[in-house]
DNA sequence: ATGACTCGCAACGCGAGA
C-alpha cells in the first residue's frame, strides 16, 4: 500500500508544527506540497528528514513553491512544468518514487479573470493537459497531484450563484479541467465519493470553515496504470479545525501495490 | 459590505491568495 497526500500549506515555515502534527499521524509514504513560499534554502528539510522523509524542493521567494516529500529516495525527473520558457513561477515538480510517478502541482488561481493572470492559468493548463499527454503515452502509473484551482462542477462548490466570474469556476477552467480527463486521466476523488458539496478548501473570512462554506479544488488526476491501483481517496478535514491552520486540508489517495 | 483572514516582506501597509 502507497499513500500520496497533496497539500497546500499556505507557506511551510508558518505552517511547519500544523504539518510536522499532521504527518506524525497520517504518515503518507508521499506528501505533494503546495504554496511552500519561501526559496530552497529556507524550507526546513531537516525537521522533514528528521521524521524519515526525503525533500525534492522547488521555491521561490514569497510566492507558490512546490515541495516534494517522500519515505522512499525519490528521483527528480523535472522541476517546471514544459512549454513556456520566460514563465519563472514555481508551480510544479515531477519525480519518480519507487515506480510511481508523482508530480506536484499548484496551478496559477487566474483572478481576477479581466486581468493578465486568467490567460496565464490557461495556457498553464494546456502546457499541464500536454504533459499529461506525454506520460499516457509512457504507460506507467502516474499520478498529478495538487491545487489545481479549478471547482470542477457547482457541486464542488458551496456558492456557484457567488463564484460565477470566479476563475476557479469559468467555464474555460472546467473545460480545461475536462481535456486533461479527456484524454484519459481518472480523478481520484469522485470516482470513489459521489458526495456533492465535499470541499478541500475553506476561506479564512466570515467563519467560512464552520459554515463548511468550502469548495473543492485539491484533486489527484491518474494515468490508467495508477488508476488501476487505486483503492481509495478521502479529505482529511481535521487539520483544517487546528489552530493556525492552511486554508486548504490535506487530500490523500491510496495505491495498491503492484500486481 | 470597496468588507472579511493570513501570508511574506530591503515589511510597519501592501499585494496576493481563492
Same mark, same amino acid.
Given at each position: ?5 497533496? $497539500? ?13 502534527? $499532521?504527518?506524525?499521524?497520517?504518515? !503518507? ?33 514569497? &510566492? ?67 504533459? %499529461? ?50 484524454? #484519459? ?15 478541500? &478548501? $475553506?476561506?479564512?473570512? #466570515?467563519?467560512? &470553515? ?19 491501483? %487505486? ?18 486540508? !490535506? ?9
Amino acid at each position: 500500500m502507497t499513500t500520496i497526500a497533496t $497539500w497546500n500549506v499556505n507557506s511551510v515555515r508558518a505552517r511547519i508544527e500544523n504539518i510536522k502534527t $499532521w504527518l506524525e499521524k497520517a504518515s !503518507p509514504d508521499i506528501l505533494l506540497m503546495q504554496e511552500i513560499k519561501c526559496q530552497d534554502e529556507q524550507f526546513p528539510a531537516h525537521e522533514f528528514e528528521a521524521m524519515g522523509y526525503h525533500c525534492l524542493i522547488k521555491g521561490q521567494k514569497s &510566492y507558490h513553491g512546490v515541495a516534494i516529500l517522500s519515505k522512499q529516495e525519490p528521483t527528480l525527473i523535472m522541476n517546471r512544468l514544459p512549454g513556456e520558457d520566460e514563465d519563472e513561477q514555481a508551480r510544479y515538480l515531477e519525480a519518480d518514487v519507487g515506480g510511481i510517478r508523482a508530480a506536484c502541482l499548484y496551478l496559477p488561481n487566474g483572478n481576477p479573470i479581466a486581468t493578465e493572470k486568467y490567460p496565464y492559468k490557461l495556457r498553464w493548463m494546456e502546457r499541464l493537459r500536454k504533459r %499529461m499527454s506525454d506520460l499516457l503515452a509512457e504507460e506507467i502509473p502516474a499520478v498529478f497531484g495538487g491545487d489545481y484551482n479549478v471547482c470542477p462542477t457547482d457541486d464542488d462548490c458551496y456558492d456557484p450563484v457567488g463564484f460565477s466570474n470566479d476563475a476557479l469556476c469559468q467555464p474555460e477552467s472546467r473545460a480545461a479541467f475536462r481535456s486533461m480527463l479527456n484524454l #484519459g486521466m481518472t480523478e481520484a476523488f469522485r470516482t470513489v465519493n459521489k458526495t456533492p458539496h465535499t470541499y478541500s &478548501y $475553506w476561506d479564512y473570512t #466570515g467563519g467560512a &470553515y464552520q459554515k463548511d462554506h468550502g469548495v473543492r479544488i485539491d484533486h489527484f488526476l491518474m494515468t490508467p496504470q495508477a488508476a488501476d491501483m %487505486m483503492e481509495d481517496c478521502v479529505i482529511d478535514r481535521e487539520p483544517r479545525a487546528q489552530t493556525k491552520a492552511s486554508d486548504h486540508t !490535506p487530500v490523500i489517495l491510496t495505491l495498491k501495490d503492484p500486481a
